[in-house]
């Protein structure tokens, strides 16, 4: 629970534009950085992803992620720091623009899972989500945890749903998946990956 109100405490500060540090997000010298895109849900409904970075350098920025309505409204915000999320692994502690482009690439998500089609199946007998393994020495794999409140059948339903999913980096070895209906978001699970590198 800490962690939560503490990320949305930071995600709140962020993206209202002022610095997690104090002052205005635009102040000289820090590693300020923003990026956006829209995100077409139908023909007639269409989010934008937003994100933004603020820290004493870019190796020490705090950054945070929002999903927005069409009205400007935020729908999920999270953050995070940039040391500890694979998205931002080679942003040097200077480097504004790499970090741009970095944020750039954290809006758009994971491009192999863009529907809930595309997270494991849970098998009826099986106690959670199907696990690819990377290799046979392999102990972790691509496993899939559903969030909390999330059972076999919701998780089900939403996966047939096929609904509009973004699946955006939270950590060295997980993203997190967010999923948007008519109801509006849902936080389906965290997808986790092999560390890089792994046999």
């Given at each position: 629970m800490l962690r939560i109100v503490r990320s949305a405490l930071i995600a709140t500060v962020v993206l209202s534009g002022w610095s997690v540090f104090g002052g205005p997000a635009q102040a000289v010298g820090r590693c300020n950085a923003r990026a956006s895109v829209p995100w077409e849900i139908t023909r007639?409904?269409?989010l934008t992803v937003e994100a933004f970075?603020?820290?004493p350098d870019c190796t020490k920025a705090t950054v945070a992620i929002a999903i927005r309505d069409q009205s400007g409204d935020a729908l999920w915000t999270d953050a995070g720091s940039a040391g500890a999320i694979v998205t931002f692994k080679d942003v040097?502690?200077?480097n504004v623009a790499v970090m741009k482009t970095a944020?750039?690439?954290w809006v758009r998500g994971a491009p192999f899972m863009r529907q809930t089609d595309a997270i494991p199946d849970w098998p009826s007998d099986a106690p959670e989500p199907t696990t690819k393994l990377w290799s046979q020495n392999d102990k972790t794999g691509f496993r899939f945890v559903p969030a909390a409140g999330i059972d076999r059948a919701k998780y089900?339903?939403?996966r047939e749903a096929k609904l509009p999913l973004l699946c955006y980096g939270i950590?060295?070895?997980r993203l997190t998946c967010i999923a948007v209906s008519d109801d509006g978001?849902?936080?389906v699970g965290e997808q986790y990956f092999p560390p890089l590198g792994a046999p």
């Open positions: 007639d409904r269409t970075s603020d820290g040097g502690a200077t944020l750039d690439e089900v339903a939403v950590a060295r070895d978001v849902t936080k």
